[in-house]
Each structure stands twice: as C-alpha cells, then as structure tokens.
C-alpha cells in the first residue's frame, strides 16, 4: 500500500508530556503532506492490484472535548476501523478539537493508531482556532500549513482555508483566490481535482463571505469533488459541475467515509460508502453516492450564455439566455442573502418564464434594498437536479454619494483602527501600520511601518504622542504617531489579539493588556513590566479600569477584578451556569471590550447576557439578556450607554443605573466586533455583511442605510474624522464614507 512521503518532523515546545510521547513531534507536520506554497506532494507508485485500488477515508467534525469522553471513544472507533483498511491517506474536513487546547489535541492523538498518524492530512474548522489566542500557532506547530496540495493515485487535492481568527465563518479575499489560482494552473489536464474545505459552498450555504469567487474559478479546472464538513449532517450536492459531499460529524455518529476509485456504467468514479457504529458496536456500511471524475461535467453545460440585468425602478429585470443545447427543467432567481451570515438559507427564489426558445425572464423586488452594491444568484437546473448557479453583483444609486472611496491596503483591517485629531492609524493582518490623513478624496499617507499581524484596536496615549498596536507575534509595539517609528516593544510572551487599555494608576500612565493567558500592565513610557498575572484562561477583549481595579474577562467564564497597583485579585463573578472547559469558554466573556460605567459599575457581557457588577464587591447590580459581547459598546457624554446586540441584530440606548432601554432600533444585519462611531448625534454603525446604518441617538430612528460592501465581512469598528466615516473589511479595504 502506498504512503506518502513525510516532512522533517517538527519540533514542538508543548508542554504536555503525553502529547510528546504520542510521537506527535514527529508526525503532525506529515498530518497535511509535504507542501510549500502549494506545490503538490507526490504520492508514491500506484496502488497494488492497479492505479485506482487503494482508496482512502474521510471524516470531519471529530471536536475532541476532554470534557465528553463518550465522544472521544466514537472517533477512537472509526480511527480503529480506518486504520484495519490500511488506506494511504485520510482526509479530515475540520472541527478537530473544540478550541484548540493542548490537552484536546492531547486527547485527539490518543485516539489514533500510530502508524495511522502520518497520514492524515487534515484542514482547520472554525472550532480548531476561532477562541484560543493560541490555536492558530498550535496547529501550525501540530499540522503545518493550513492550505496545502498533494497527488494521490492520480487526483489532485487542494486543502482550503478561508477562516477567519476570533469569527465564526470565513472568507477567501483576492489573496485566497489567487492562490488557488496558482495551484490549479499546474495541474495537468485532464487529472481530477478533488477540494477540502471545512465550509461547503453554494446551494443553500452561506458560510463563507465570497464563495462565488470559488464557484467562478471552478468552470476553469477539472474539479470533481469538494468533501466538507461543518453542518453535522450528511448532504450531497450537485452543481457547476461538481459534486459536494458534507460528512456527517464522527463527534455525534461514530461515522467514517470510504472513498475508492472505480469504473461506473459512463467512467471512472469515486465511489463514497458511509461505515458507522451500529448499536451493538459493530460496523454498518451503506453506499452514499457515486462521484463522477471522467466525461464532461455535467451541471457545467447548464451556465447561462448570457446574464443580464436592470436595477431600474422598483424591481431588477433578470433575463437569462441558454445555449442551444441546454434543456433545463427549471431557470429561477433570487436576490443574495446577503445578511445570512454563516448559516444555511433557502433563500426565496422566483421562476423565471420561458419566452418559449432560449430566453427566460423576471423581476426581483428592489424596495426594501438600500443605496450601495447588492448581490442576485441566477440557478438553471436539469431534469436529475443538478444546477449551475452564478452571482452577479448590481449597484443601486447612492444619491448622496456617501461613499466617498475605498483604498487597499493589502490584508484584511479586521479591528485596527485608532484616531487622533486628524490622524488616522490603521493596521492589517499581514502586519501593515500606516499613519495618514482622510481626506474626501481619499488618504493621505504619512508613514508605513511593518510589525506582526494585527487583530485588535491601536490605542493612543493620552498625550497623542505614542500609539500603542497589539500583534499576533507576541509583541506591543509603541509607534510614534508622527512618524511610525518604534518606541519600544513589549515581548508579552503570547500572541497581543485584543486591544489595548491606556489608562492611569497613581497618575502613572500604563497599559493593560492581555496576552496567552496573562493579563499584564506595562509602563506606556518605557515598556517595562509593572505586573503580570498567569493563569485565568485567555482573553481576546479589552480590559477596564477606574484606576483602583483593573477588570479583564477570561476563558475560564469568569470576569475578575485585579489591584491596579499589584495585579491581585480582589473578586471574581462568574458569567456562566457551564461547567465544560469548552463551553464556559464560548459563554463567558473570552472577546467582550468591558467598560467602566459613569456611575462606577462594571459592564461585562456573554454571548447570552450583559452584567452591571459593583466595582469593589462584583455583586450583581443589574443584567439584560442578549447577545452584547463582540461589538464595542459607546458611552454618551449624558452617562447611557448604546450596546450592540448580536443575536437580536439591534442597537439600544441603556440607561446605566437600572439596564433599561430608552429605545431599541433593529438594524438589519448582525454587528459582529463592528460597534458604532459618533458624529453629530449619530451613531453610525457598520454591520458584519456590509451594510452600513446611522441611527438618530435621542430618538432612535434610522436616519440612512448604505450596502457598503458584499463579498467582504466587516470586523473592524469604525473611527470619524472631520465628516469621515472609515470602515475596514476583510478584502483589505479602507472606505472613506461622508457623513455629512
């Protein structure tokens, strides 16, 4: 049986001896194929008995809990049952642990075979570095790159990764896109392409910001299958000529796939059986589906000659011409569900009608879209199901010509953006800082300076002479805003992912952040270390202070209330009934941006509740249910506070003494990590998929809306200068929108 070749093993500073002695050292970096830049790994000589006789297994969405044993023993069983078939490979679709601990992945590898191991090539799911500060470099160290290529027995694997850290869906971006680009233009023609993923992509999938970029590229390349994981159930789907499978969790279903390569009645398929656990522990096996890999691709034939439409009025005509040699059993409609984000949608699509030939026609109600760019989905499908879709983007007038322009700056501006007068700092992920000055025409670039990427909000010292940027590279660095150059740099011995507190204890000005799982207060003068307290869990938010306590939240559930002088714990509230190390993560306050309230109480949100606590006892004052953890809250010069909620998709304006809301708007859309930046009495608040709305802050009336954007997500909570209004997204974008 062939194998494929395995890397130089890594060498990883894990700290659980058991991980070590599991022998991941020396082969997790073999877990996703000798790959560089996506250069394919090439497997070994055929199988024996002939090319296509090896076959190969397939799983997803393991989400080792250490806390739920029971859940360890069913992917233990269908890593026992894989490893007695001796298959060459085994692909596995994400989810692999539930947050990315080392004791997870300590567990994990405990259920693997040894000689199993070095064959597994695995792609990141949400849960393997969405919450700890640390996951993302673990898999790195554990499984090497996160997108990958290899050859196996004549199919070409592509690895995919358009996750985002600290969010829930993902997204590719250009860069994304031309990577694959460039992986696909070296394969030979005609080799089968198959597509690993985490996310599954069209139909009524809405996981991942820009999936048409991907449904684009595919008409170009021979890809014949996309396995998948995420939605914890089994779905086949067949469309622009491919056909997508999303595996059923081994977590809940002690399930595995077996995928051989074989002749079908028209050519070669991948035949897909499932093998599940059956009551009395034994293995129960059914055939799933047949995956076509020579011959045309079908549903391809299906695209469209022709797309046109006409935004005019109240409604968008569609019409839509096929080749002659289309015969669809169906052409439909629908506007994108654009503010579906990271969910399934069925979406409400509308027949369009034949004009007896080639032409099919329709409108699509416009009245309730705002000014900005939008999305439609055209699907043309044949008589056994299969369909070609194809999104097409559309502008409706911005009369008011809000949007001003729109600057790359190369990498996604997921959250770093601070003001000072008329100075703009903003910084990306690929670790680019510039100063500059909006303008209505554009910016005006002072500086560029190259640091760690960046996730979290700059803050500027109160004198506006320093800047202080967190990074992903274990460091706060100190930037002279004039200039850029470096002050100092703080080494904080973890990544730096949320933001900065500038704030002052005994009339020193310090520091607060948070690194790892270390809450720590430097010197904002000098960098030097003032305390640093281990081992509350880690925190991606931003901390508090009124300049006796510092209040940091945790990945423990816990909030806590530090001595601004020493760093000792005075109290600690717990935000959650859960008891799972897992689960008090995610409903704690892991990513809230706490705040001192006017009247002195603590405001710490979950993904369930906001909590007021006392500043000196961290007895309960007050709470409101909702969901008002990611997106920064605004305090109003009066004392309220306007708090953004997630779930319910609204902005309130909170009276501070009791919780009570003075008005509730909806907004549309979620606002996720996105918040609010004030001008002239309004809150102007960008939303997670893109649509930008400014509510009225005495009334709470929507004075406009403006589609900002749609293949991006928008992370980054937004800063006013002058009648500016910018917002990043995550293709890298900087939009200069007016206020005025």
């Known amino acids: 049986m062939p194998s494929l070749p395995a890397p130089e093993p ?94 997870e992945y300590d567990t994990y590898f405990g259920t693997i075979p040894v000689a199993l191991r070095p064959r597994i090539r695995h792609v990141p799911g ?11 470099e673990r898999y790195g160290k554990l499984f090497g790159p996160s997108r990958y290529s290899f050859d196996f027995d004549g ?26 680009t460039r ?79 074989t002749a079908g009645p028209d050519g070669q398929v991948l035949k897909v059986t499932a093998v599940q656990r059956g009551a009395d522990g034994s293995a129960e096996s059914r055939s799933v589906l047949d995956i076509p890999v020579s011959g045309p691709r079908t549903a391809i034939v299906q695209r469209p000659q ?36 990271g969910l399934k949608d069925a979406g409400q699509w509308r027949n369009l009608a034949s004009d007896g030939g080639r032409r099919f026609s329709g409108g699509l109600d416009l009245t309730s879209l705002p000014p900005g760019e939008h999305r439609m989905t055209v699907r043309v499908t044949d008589a056994d199901g299969a ?5 097409r983007t559309f502008d409706l007038p911005d009369t008011a010509r809000r949007l001003r322009w729109s600057e790359q700056l190369g990498a996604p501006v997921q959250a770093g953006l601070a003001v000072r007068d008329d100075l703009l700092v903003a910084a990306t992920t690929d670790g680019t800082v510039i100063g500059a000055r909006p303008t209505r025409r554009g910016l005006s670039r002072r500086w560029r300076e190259r640091i760690g990427p960046v996730h979290g909000r700059p803050a500027f010292a109160p004198d506006g002479r320093t800047v202080y940027v ?88 816990n909030v806590y209330a530090h001595d601004a002088r020493t760093g000792a714990v005075l109290w600690s509230f717990s935000t959650t009934t859960r008891t799972t190390v897992y689960s008090r993560l995610i409903y704690g306050p892991w990513a809230d941006n706490l705040e001192v309230l006017p009247n002195g109480l603590v405001l710490v949100s979950t993904v369930t509740s906001a909590f007021a606590l006392d500043p000196a006892t961290g007895e309960l004052r007050w709470s409101v249910a909702g969901s008002y953890i990611y997106a920064p809250k605004l305090l109003l010069d009066n004392g309220d506070v306007v708090m953004f909620d997630d ?18 708007t909806g907004l549309g859309a979620r606002p996720v990590s996105t918040g609010a930046a004030i001008h002239d009495g309004v809150a102007w608040i960008p939303t997670t998929t893109g649509l930008v709305v400014a509510v009225d802050l005495t009334t709470g009336s929507v004075r406009t809306r403006l589609q900002l954007t749609t293949s991006a997500y928008c992370y980054s909570p937004p800063v006013v200068i002058g009648d500016m209004l910018m917002v990043g997204d995550q293709d890298g974008f900087l939009h200069g929108i007016a206020v005025n």
Not at 329 to 336: P, S, W
Not at 387 to 391: A, H, K, L
Not at 477 to 486: E, H, S, W
Request: net charge negative; glycine share 12%; aromatic share 8%.
């Open 126 to 136: 949400n849960h393997d570095w969405r919450w700890d500060s640390t996951a993302g």
């Open 647 to 664: 779930g319910g998709r609204t902005a309130s304006r909170v009276d501070p003494t009791t919780g009570q809301a003075r008005w509730t």
């Open 306 to 341: 022709a797309v046109s439409l006409d935004p005019a009025g109240a409604a968008l005509a569609v019409s839509v011409r096929l080749a002659p040699h289309v015969r669809a059993a169906n052409v439909k409609a629908q506007l994108y569900p654009q503010h579906t984000y």
């Open 10 to 103: 890594a060498r990883l500073p894990l700290d659980r001896r058991r991980l070590l002695g599991l022998g991941v050292g020396a082969v997790a970096a073999a877990a996703t194929g000798a790959v560089t830049g996506g250069a394919p790994a090439v497997a070994g000589p055929p199988g024996h008995g002939g090319p296509w006789s090896a076959g190969f297994a397939l799983l997803g969405d393991t989400q080792i809990d250490v806390d739920l044993p029971e859940r360890t023993e069913g992917v233990r069983w269908a890593y026992e049952q894989i490893a007695a078939r001796n298959p060459s490979i085994v692909c596995h679709v994400g989810d692999i642990v539930e947050h990315g601990s080392v004791a």
């Open 155 to 180: 199919l070409h694997f592509v690895a995919l990764d358009p996750s985002h850290l600290l969010q829930e869906p993902g997204g590719f971006g250009e860069s994304g896109i031309r990577w694959l």
């Open 470 to 557: 967190p990074s992903d590279d274990h460091r706060l660095y100190a930037l002279d805003p004039a200039t850029g150059r470096r002050r100092f740099t703080h080494d904080a011995g973890a990544p730096v992912l949320g933001s900065p507190l500038v704030t002052t204890v005994d009339g020193r000005t310090v520091v607060v952040l948070s690194a790892g799982e270390t809450r720590q207060v430097i010197d904002a003068r000098t960098g030097g270390t003032v305390w640093n307290v281990a081992g509350k869990g880690m925190f991606a938010g931003r901390a508090a202070s009124d300049g006796t306590r510092v209040y940091a939240g945790a990945g423990d559930g």
């Open 387 to 391: 369909w070609y879709e194809q999104t």
């Open 183 to 261: 992986d696909l233009d070296r394969v030979a023609p005609g080799v089968p392409i198959i597509l690993l993923c985490h996310f599954p992509f069209g139909g009524d999938n809405y996981y991942v910001s820009d999936q048409e970029r991907l449904l684009e590229l595919l008409d170009r390349y021979n890809v014949r299958a996309v396995f998948a994981g995420h939605v914890h159930a089994e779905q086949v789907q067949r469309f622009n000529g491919v056909t997508q499978l999303a595996v059923d969790d081994t977590r809940g279903s002690a399930i595995y796939y077996w995928v051989q390569r």
